[in-house]
């Protein structure tokens, strides 16, 4: 065999003891900070919550979750052990980030420096008409209003269209009708 040959493999082998041995490491890192916790410490779980440590035993921690609620933990479950200060203002919900910038409670702030619009200033704007409750496309041809879009109005000229013809048949039947009677005025 040649060295050619034998190289993706070397390659490949290097390439996993390399990915294997970061992961261990990552592994001892977080056992030592696991063993590292004591009691009163902060500490954040691998399921986003943030807890102080009470009691820490073989393979679990005992977490205050709330004031007076206590929770038993596997210590594998501790995702990290947060330093005092960060603790502190995570609980006590201080403002500011690193850049420091304020993000509003409402949404005013979005609507700064432009008029509100108000149900008075909709109505003179609509010419004072009343509003068109009835959203059919048929409705808006018999008011003389245009369609919503250009769909709408084939389908509503094509309605009124067959209701017209419908209507037309049925006076040429009324028609027909009162021919064979002889009139309502022979009677």
Do not use: C, W
């Not at 440590?53 to 679990?60: F, G, L, M, N, R």
């Not at 850049?99 to 700064?112: H, I, K």
């Amino acid at each position: 065999m040649s060295i050619v040959t034998l190289l993706p493999f070397i390659v490949l082998i290097g390439a996993m003891f390399l990915m294997t041995r970061s992961a261990k490491k990552k592994q001892q890192a977080a056992a030592q900070m696991r063993d590292e916790m004591q009691p009163g410490t902060g500490v954040r779980t691998i399921g986003g919550m943030y807890a102080t440590v009470k009691e820490i035993h073989d393979d679990t921690v005992l977490l205050e979750v709330a004031p007076g609620v206590h929770a038993l933990y596997a210590k594998n479950a501790v995702g990290a052990v947060l330093p005092d200060e960060e603790y502190n203002r995570i609980l006590d919900g201080a403002e500011g980030g690193k850049d420091g910038a304020v993000v509003p409670d409402d949404a005013s702030s979005l609507t700064e420096g432009t008029p509100a619009v108000t149900a008075a200033d909709d109505q003179a704007d609509a010419g004072d008409k009343p509003a068109n409750l009835d959203k059919s496309p048929k409705a808006d041809l018999a008011k003389g209003e245009p369609a919503a879009d250009a769909k709408d109005a084939a389908k509503a000229e094509d309605a009124a269209g067959a209701e017209g013809a419908k209507s037309g048949a049925q006076a040429d039947q009324a028609d027909q009708a009162e021919k064979k009677d002889g009139g309502a005025d022979a009677k």
